[in-house]
T-cell receptor
Framework: AQSVAQPEDQVNVAEGNPLTVKCTYS??????LFWYVQYPNRGLQFLLK??????LVKGSYGFEAEFNKSQTSFHLKKPSALVSDSALYFC??????????????FGTGTKLQVIP | DGGITQSPKYLFRKEGQNVTLSCEQN?????MYWYRQDPGQGLRLIYY???????QKGDIAEGYSVSREKKESFPLTVTSAQKNPTAFYLC??????????????FGPGTRLLVL
């Protein structure tokens, strides 16, 4: 079984301040982890992913995420928040099953509100 | 302009009616997926297809059906057996068969409402 937890339904941050959106995961074997962003009434857009290697992953729009194996976490970060970053953020974990099927489990999402 | 298109943007269903949501991709991807999004529940997998003429049930397939007759198309039918169909439906695709974790590319979604 695999699961993702996003403990905060909403995160508020002032424009220009650093932001963190939290994610913890549970999966057997090596984790493959993703962050996606969703703007209102739109589909999800890929931000970044962790497969292996460097624990700090850099992605689109200045976002990065830190993989911590001991804490089973994959928190999303950005040094300086923009109002345009306001959106719904999803963490996801992926595992390959027999037959080559990639099962992806999404978290419940965290709404990020950047205050001008 | 490459990507995934979904139509219609809004769809209204009457009691006892079957409705079909369209999903088309021109990314030449083998794998396609249908998700249902409800507030506070994240995305839940309805069906997936790894290749043409093959598809598998996801976590919440009851009341839904799909077909995959062409590589670029993966329509979803919401049948009258689905008692609570009101949701935002998202179609996605990935390259498929890479043997590794694949980024999924999402369409803009269809919002289904019950009259």
């Amino acid at each position: 079984a695999q699961s993702v937890a996003q403990p905060e339904d909403q995160v508020n941050v002032a424009e220009g301040n650093p932001l963190t959106v939290k994610c913890t995961y549970s999966v057997s074997g090596n984790p493959y982890l993703f962050w996606y962003v969703q703007y209102p009434n739109r589909g999800l857009q890929f931000l970044l992913k962790y497969i292996t290697g460097d624990n700090l992953v850099k992605g689109s729009y200045g976002f990065e995420a830190e993989f911590n194996k001991s804490q089973t976490s994959f928190h999303l970060k950005k040094p300086s928040a923009l109002v345009s970053d306001s959106a719904l953020y999803f963490c996801a974990v992926s595992r390959l099953h027999s037959g080559g099927y990639q099962k992806v489990t999404f978290g419940t999402g965290t709404k990020l509100q950047v205050i001008p | 302009d490459g990507g995934i298109t979904q139509s219609p943007k809004y769809l209204f269903r009457k009691e006892g009616q079957n409705v079909t949501l369209s999903c088309e991709q021109n990314l030449n991807h083998d794998a396609m997926y249908w998700y249902r999004q409800d507030p506070g529940q994240g995305l839940r997998l309805i069906y997936y297809s790894q290749i043409v003429n093959d598809f598998q049930k996801g976590d919440i397939a009851e009341g839904y059906s799909v077909s995959r007759e062409k590589k670029e198309s993966f329509p979803l039918t919401v049948t009258s057996a689905q008692k609570n169909p009101t949701a935002f439906y998202l179609c996605a695709s990935s390259i498929g068969g890479s043997g590794g974790p694949e980024t999924q590319y999402f369409g803009p979604g269809t919002r289904l409402l019950v009259l």
